[in-house]
């Protein structure tokens, strides 16, 4: 029987490293290929040897699929083209394929050239590993061999972000990556088409969590900001340079046009600007409300938002600054910290230590930094809810589900939810543990025009999810099947139309009159079977002293034989004909023809 199996190389209970293969009909595949954030030794990438033992990664791989620039999902890349030796086709979306080398390029600056890390891909290597790609659009069909197909849809999340089915003959997988459901003010939200795939991989990061109003949370994060800037304090908000620095930008660029301020907003300069310039190239991907509005003014082109030079932190009074990493852990947005954090006035949204309560910290050098600045999280993830997982799997509507990208903890919850409320059966693999689903092969028979319409005129309308009983003739020609009519078929096949006729023969005793008898008979059998043609030919009784007449045959008292030509003239319509005939003891005999 055909199985597709499925092995986490990465994010298999665990959150980062994305890297799942997938073996369906044959073909094998790799979803992502992503590094992990946290360490620094042979753990970052994904355990490559589980692929394959000998032999080269190509012959044993058919494709590589990137879902989007996030550096736990293509930042392995370049080591496992350029290092590990992997040389076949990598699919990516256009806008991924823009801005992926300037993130991987910007990681390995940090890793090599300040922390000093070996074994690292080099410059080179990103570009002749970017030179593999191969760009898809959004609902293209991508023909990756005769038999492997690949289909893009759009996941939001950020900039290029995309779900892909992949397909060989009529089985299929949907893997989704990162994706969001709910839109927000530059992104639409994830979308796919009833594909009913056997199988759909799903991320499950906030696989128990379900979000508040989305409106609510900009109006708490505005009223925060606004009351530090207008007490005098300065604003600090770490973000990465693409996503939800985008969004927040064009809520505080908005706010500020409505309330008319003129505190200054600045944003870190270096890889903001290259971000914000290819959302104004990919401005197609972004959502309806930015592309309607783009010829009279690009929401990208701020007006309140200026680039930040070092000098300015020093500078006095309220300001509002942007800068880069999220996590507060090295760059730009660590030294504006240090300035800041000692003011009970100035605001930030900042690490894991400082949001635990921590208020004292140790920096480089044993210096001892006191926090005194208000710190609030405030989160304004793209990622889907619990709520947008079950959404997405109900509009799916896929035979099985799997769990990745995700605690295991939550994961196990999102799991019973999903086999409870949607009746699908659902997995969550850890890393290197290989889930085998077996498959029912499908095969695809065409209908002709002119038995859907001999259906349709029968007035019962198919439902959509129900499956619908057609009666016809299945033709096979040239490996393809067809669903006629009978008539269609003898026609086309050039066939004369073959009769059966069933008979069966019952002993009734009853006193009653023959025509009575004959008339309870024949009530009893049309309540039986209402939907079957029961008639009882007028030769069967007759006025005479025997009154029944037997039906193509000679029995006792008959007075003369009945032809069976009357029957013989009605075969083209199916349905129960009745013939009876006395006995002796005034036993009925009951002949039946089907």
């Given at each position: 029987?055909?199985?597709?199996?499925?092995t986490?190389l990465?994010?298999?209970?665990?959150?980062?490293?994305?890297?799942?293969?997938v073996?369906?009909?044959?073909?094998n595949v790799?979803?992502?290929?992503?590094?992990?954030?946290?360490?620094?030794?042979?753990?970052?990438?994904?355990?490559?040897?589980?692929?394959?033992?000998?032999?080269?990664?190509?012959?044993?791989l058919?494709?590589?699929?990137?879902?989007?620039?996030h550096?736990?999902?293509?930042?392995?890349?370049?080591?496992?083209?350029?290092?590990?030796?992997?040389d076949?086709?990598?699919?990516?979306?256009?806008?991924?394929?823009?801005i992926?080398?300037?993130?991987?390029?910007?990681?390995?600056k940090?890793?090599?050239?300040k922390?000093?890390?070996?074994?690292?891909f080099?410059?080179?290597m990103?570009?002749?590993?970017?030179?593999?790609?191969?760009?898809?659009?959004?609902?293209?069909?991508?023909?990756?061999?005769?038999?492997?197909?690949?289909?893009?849809?759009?996941?939001?999340?950020?900039?290029?972000?995309?779900?892909?089915?992949?397909?060989?003959?009529?089985e299929s997988?949907?893997?989704?990556?990162?994706?969001?459901?709910?839109?927000?003010?530059?992104?639409?939200?994830?979308?796919?088409?009833?594909?009913?795939?056997?199988?759909?991989?799903?991320?499950?990061?906030?696989?128990?969590?379900?979000?508040?109003?989305?409106?609510?949370?900009?109006r708490?994060?505005?009223?925060?900001?606004?009351?530090?800037?207008?007490?005098?304090?300065?604003v600090?908000?770490?973000?990465?340079?693409?996503?939800?620095?985008?969004?927040?930008?064009?809520?505080?660029?908005?706010?500020?046009?409505?309330?008319?301020?003129?505190v200054?907003?600045y944003?870190?300069?270096?890889?903001?600007?290259?971000?914000?310039?290819?959302?104004?190239l990919?401005?197609t991907?972004?959502?309806?409300?930015?592309?309607?509005?783009?010829?009279?003014?690009?929401?990208?082109e701020?007006?309140?938002?200026k680039?930040?030079?070092?000098?300015?932190?020093?500078?006095?009074?309220?300001?509002?600054v942007?800068?880069?990493?999220?996590?507060?852990h090295?760059?730009?947005?660590?030294?504006?910290?240090?300035?800041?954090?000692?003011?009970?006035?100035?605001?930030?949204?900042?690490?894991?230590?400082?949001l635990?309560?921590?208020?004292?910290?140790?920096?480089?050098?044993?210096?001892?930094?006191?926090?005194?600045?208000?710190?609030?999280?405030?989160?304004?993830?793209?990622?889907?809810?619990?709520?947008?997982?079950?959404?997405?799997?109900?509009?799916?509507?896929p035979?099985?589900?799997?769990?990745?990208?995700?605690?295991a903890?939550?994961?196990?919850?999102?799991?019973?939810k999903?086999e409870?409320?949607?009746?699908?059966?659902?997995?969550?693999?850890?890393?290197?543990?290989t889930?085998?689903?077996?498959?029912?092969?499908?095969?695809?028979?065409?209908?002709?025009?002119?038995?859907?319409?001999?259906?349709?005129?029968q007035g019962?309308?198919p439902?959509?999810?129900?499956?619908?009983?057609?009666?016809g003739?299945?033709?096979?020609?040239?490996?393809?099947?067809?669903?006629?009519?009978?008539?269609?078929?003898?026609?086309e096949?050039?066939?004369?139309?073959?009769?059966l006729?069933?008979?069966?023969?019952?002993?009734l005793?009853?006193?009653?009159?023959?025509?009575e008898?004959?008339?309870?008979?024949?009530?009893?059998?049309?309540?039986?079977?209402?939907?079957?043609?029961?008639?009882?030919?007028?030769?069967?009784?007759?006025?005479?002293?025997?009154?029944?007449?037997?039906?193509?045959?000679?029995?006792?008292?008959?007075?003369?034989?009945?032809?069976?030509?009357?029957?013989?003239?009605?075969?083209?319509?199916?349905?129960?004909?009745?013939?009876?005939?006395?006995?002796?003891?005034?036993?009925?005999?009951?002949?039946?023809?089907?």
């Open positions: 029987m055909p199985e597709i199996r499925v986490p990465g994010a298999g209970q665990d959150v980062g490293r994305s890297c799942i293969l073996s369906i009909a044959g073909k790799m979803l992502d290929c992503g590094m992990h954030m946290g360490f620094n030794d042979d753990r970052r990438f994904p355990d490559f040897s589980y692929i394959t033992q000998n032999g080269r990664l190509t012959d044993f058919d494709c590589v699929i990137i879902s989007h620039f550096l736990d999902h293509c930042g392995a890349l370049p080591y496992f083209s350029e290092m590990v030796g992997y076949g086709p990598i699919y990516m979306t256009h806008p991924t394929q823009a992926c080398p300037i993130l991987l390029e910007d990681y390995r940090i890793a090599v050239d922390k000093g890390e070996a074994n690292f080099t410059s080179q990103i570009k002749d590993c970017m030179k593999k790609v191969v760009a898809v659009h959004l609902h293209q069909t991508v023909q990756v061999d005769d038999e492997l197909e690949i289909k893009a849809y759009y996941a939001g999340h950020v900039l290029g972000a995309a779900m892909f089915q992949i397909k060989v003959g009529s997988v949907v893997y989704t990556g990162d994706y969001n459901m709910t839109p927000d003010r530059h992104l639409g939200a994830a979308w796919i088409d009833k594909c009913r795939p056997n199988l759909l991989i799903t991320e499950s990061t906030y696989a128990t969590t379900i979000r508040d109003s989305k409106r609510c949370r900009e708490d994060f505005l009223k925060k900001v606004h009351e530090t800037v207008e007490r005098g304090g300065k600090l908000i770490p973000v990465f340079a693409l996503g939800r620095a985008q969004e927040l930008c064009i809520l505080l660029e908005t706010f500020w046009e409505r309330m008319n301020l003129k200054p907003i944003f870190s300069t270096g890889l903001t600007e290259k971000a914000n310039h290819y959302y104004k990919f401005i991907w972004t959502n309806q409300k930015i592309r309607k509005t783009f010829v009279q003014r690009n929401m990208f701020f007006k309140h938002i680039a930040f030079d070092r000098a300015f932190a020093d500078n006095p009074g309220p300001m509002v942007f800068a880069t990493p999220g996590m507060l090295a760059g730009q947005s660590l030294q504006i910290f240090r300035k800041w954090a000692g003011n009970e006035k100035n605001m930030g949204t900042v690490g894991h230590k400082i635990s309560g921590q208020r004292k910290l140790e920096m480089e050098g044993r210096q001892v930094l006191e926090v005194k600045m208000q710190v609030e999280y405030m989160s304004f993830s793209a990622h889907a809810d619990a709520k947008g997982i079950m959404q997405l799997v109900g509009q799916a509507e035979e099985s589900v799997l769990l990745v990208h995700g605690e903890k939550k994961m196990g919850f999102l799991r019973q999903i409870q409320e949607l009746r699908v059966s659902c997995y969550m693999p850890a890393n290197g543990e889930v085998t689903l077996p498959t029912s092969p499908s095969i695809p028979v065409g209908i002709s025009l002119g038995l859907l319409k001999r259906e349709m005129a019962l309308l439902e959509a999810k129900k499956p619908r009983l057609l009666h003739t299945l033709i096979m020609k040239d490996s393809n099947f067809r669903l006629v009519s009978s008539e269609q078929a003898l026609k096949l050039g066939l004369a139309e073959h009769q006729r069933f008979t069966c023969r019952v002993h005793q009853d006193t009653r009159k023959e025509q008898m004959a008339l309870r008979v024949y009530s009893h059998l049309k309540r039986l079977l209402p939907t079957l043609r029961t008639q009882v030919p007028r030769c069967c009784w007759c006025p005479g002293p025997t009154r029944m007449r037997n039906w193509g045959a000679s029995l006792p008292h008959c007075s003369r034989r009945v032809s069976p030509r009357p029957l013989s003239g009605h075969t083209t319509h199916p349905g129960l004909w009745l013939c009876l005939a006395t006995v002796p003891t005034r036993t009925w005999a009951l002949t039946s023809a089907l």
